[in-house]
Every structure is written in C-alpha cells, then in structure tokens.
C-alpha cells in the first residue's frame, strides 16, 4: 500500500514538473551581442526583454508565460547557423532577429528546417525573404529591404546633390554590398554617374589609403554601404585630411555609438531609416518606460519589440504555437504594433512606410529639414 502511495506521489510530482514545463513558451532573439556591432545587439536585447515583460505582465502567450533566449551570432554567418541550431534544440518557436543579413539569411534555413518562426527586426537584404527556405512563409521580416532605401537614397543624391562628385563604397558583406549596390543602380537610373566604386575591409581602424584616394579624385559625397564603426572613422580621417566630404550611409547608422567615434567630425552626416518609431503615438508610453530604465529605444529597439507583438498577436488567432497554423496567421493577420499597424505581403516583407532621410547634428540624429 505503502508502495502504491509512494507511486502516485512520484507520479503526481512528475506530471507536477512537467505541466510547469509546458507552462512557459521558449522564443528567442540573436544578434552581434560581442564585437564591434554589439550596440546593435544591445538594442535587440533591450527591445526583446521588454516586449517579453510586458506580454507575460499581461498574461502571457495562450495562459502561457514566454521565456526569452539570447543568442549572440557576432554578425559571423557561420556563428549564427550554430546560433539558430541552439535555439532549435531549445525549443524556441520564434526567433527575433538576427541583425546582420549575412547573418539572418544562412540561419533561415535551419529555422525553417525546425520549424522555427523567424521576424527579423533589421536584416535588409531582399534575398532574406526573396529566397526565404519556406516559399509558404516562416520568414518574415518588420523594416525595410535594401532596394527600397537604395531608391530613396540613389534618388536623392542623383536630384539634391547633382553636379556633386560621388563614390560609393562598401565592406563587402551582404547587407553593405547589397546597400551600396542598389543605391548605386539606383543613382545611375536617375541620371547620376558615379565617380567611383571600391570595397573595403571591416574591422580595420586605418582608412587612410581609401581617404587619399577620395582626397585625390576630390570627391564631394562618399556613399558607405556598411556599419557605424567604418563610417565613422573615414570620416573623422577625412576631417583630419581636412576634407569637407559629405559621408552618407543607410539604417546602420542609427546608434549613438556613430557620434562616440566620430565627434563633431560627424556632423551633416546623413543616413537613410525608416521613420521614427519613437515618435508614433502609439509608442508613447513604452518609450518613457525604457527611458525611465536609462535605455533610449533608438535604432531597432521598438522594431525587436514589435517583431514580439505581432507574434504573439498571430499566435491569438492561431490558437497555438505550431509552425504551420503560425504561418496561416502571419500571412493573413494584421498587427497592431509600437511601429503602427502592420501585415506582412506574399514574400514576407512589412507593409509600413518606407525610408526616410536624417540628418546628425550635435551628437543626435533627426528628421532632414526640407
């Protein structure tokens, strides 16, 4: 009898252990949370835990409360498919992220492999939902693509800036190539003759070759398809050869660490990004909460928190987490996000506004006045 007891006490406890198990819901976000494009990283992260506070505030997930996972890819495509494995064996059914596109577009494959629901906040490259894994759908992403702020960009510089000597150069990795490449298809189309197109290597810290080279071809605007880091120490080396050039770049601009490098050295800088999300109404309140917490939602912070929201929003309809009923309802849903209300179309790309240009004056980015 004793015995029996016993047994139904163990398997009590263990049926006990497993409902708190199946309790929680398991997502995830990755991005270079190390290296020299950890600020982007940071963002996520920011945006990621506080979408997971609030929605578990409020209930959860279908009763279920959600647990965050954070994986760090170092933008290295080959860190981020072990990154996407992890996550997998995990049980994570959502992935926010990653940032890099030469990150996010090789772990696609794996998520859709395992099932895993995939919302980048940043990656802009086309080819990540163009040749998502799953033609069905399961890769999605909440900012723009390349082409759409090459066009915006390329236009710009062939009307505002006519007359103006242009190079356009990039680091080679498939969101600064693919950046550069299509503002510069873009350029060409308006009207605009480029003055010259070269590559560079990331991570260096001496530009000074690149920087004579533009010196001596006296060009006017220098059009970078890369990240903060490189951007900002050609154009505290142009200053420094006493080049007024104007430095213009795309989204990856959008950190405060650009001025840290740069000083005033980066002022007129301008870049391309979508418009702000801190200035929507509807994002009010959440971006006093991460001030109040000395965190400014700048960049792809609120774009990590929507990817989040609109997850869990489809998950409502969908009734449950599975892949497939997931990926009927982001097909088909229409979310209401800090970003403003979005859907996602046949490929998998938002449906919200497009790119906007900014300007950076006196250590802070804004709007450039018309």
Same mark, same amino acid.
């Given at each position: ?5 016993? =047994? &139904? ?65 170092? /933008?290295?495509? @080959?860190?981020?498919?072990? #990154?996407?494995?992890?996550? %997998? ?10 940032? /890099? ?8 494959? #794996? ?8 919302? =980048?906040?940043?990656?802009? *490259? +086309? ?5 998502? +894994? ?24 062939? *009307? ?12 080679? !990795? $498939?969101?600064? @190539? ?7 298809? %873009? ?14 290597? %990331?991570?260096?810290?001496?530009? !000074?070759?690149? #920087? ?19 951007? &900002? ?38 870049? !391309?990004?979508? +418009?702000?999300?801190?200035? *929507? ?6 971006? @006093? !909460?991460?001030? $109040? ?12 928190? $929507? %990817? ?63």
């Amino acid at each position: 009898m004793k015995k029996a007891i016993l =047994s &139904g006490m163990i398997a009590t406890a263990l049926v006990s252990v497993s409902a708190l198990a199946q309790a929680e819901i398991v997502i995830g976000t990755a991005g270079p949370m190390t290296g020299q494009y950890a600020s982007f990283g940071a963002q996520m992260k920011a945006g990621a835990e506080q979408a997971v506070a609030d929605i578990n505030a409020a209930g959860g997930v279908l009763g279920q409360q959600l647990r965050l996972i954070v994986g760090d890819d170092a /933008c290295d495509p @080959k860190q981020a498919v072990a #990154v996407a494995n992890q996550m %997998a064996s995990e049980g994570a059914v959502l992935m926010a992220g990653h940032f /890099c596109s030469g990150s996010s577009i090789p772990a696609s494959s #794996v998520y859709a492999d395992e099932g895993v629901v995939q919302i =980048s906040p940043a990656s802009t *490259n +086309p080819k990540f939902t163009d040749e998502r +894994p799953d033609p069905q759908g399961g890769t999605y992403r909440v900012c723009g693509r390349d082409d759409q702020q090459g066009d915006v960009a390329g236009a710009f510089l062939a *009307n505002e800036m006519k007359g103006k000597k242009v190079a356009f150069v990039h680091d080679k !990795t $498939a969101y600064g @190539k693919g950046l550069a490449d299509a503002t510069m298809a %873009a350029y060409e189309k308006a009207g605009g003759k480029p003055a010259m197109y070269e590559a560079y290597t %990331a991570g260096e810290k001496d530009y !000074t070759a690149l #920087v004579s080279k533009l010196k001596q071809s006296s060009i006017d605007i220098l059009y970078v398809g890369g990240y903060h880091t490189e951007a &900002g120490l050609m154009v505290r080396q142009m200053r420094d050869q006493g080049m007024k050039t104007t430095l213009v770049s795309g989204d990856a601009l959008v950190t405060d660490e650009y001025w840290s490098i740069t000083g005033d050295a980066g002022e007129g800088t301008l870049m !391309t990004f979508s +418009p702000d999300p801190r200035k *929507n109404p509807g994002a009010e309140n959440l971006v @006093k !909460t991460f001030r $109040a917490k000395g965190i400014e939602p700048e960049g792809y912070v609120l774009y990590t928190y $929507a %990817a989040i929201q609109a997850w869990a929003q489809a998950a409502k309809t969908a009734g449950k987490t599975d892949y497939a009923p997931m990926v009927k309802a982001l097909n088909s849903g229409k979310f209401q996000t800090v970003l403003g209300d979005l859907s996602f179309d046949g490929k998998g790309d938002v449906t919200l506004p497009g790119y906007v240009f900014y300007e950076w004056k006196d250590g802070k980015y804004g709007y450039l006045a018309k």
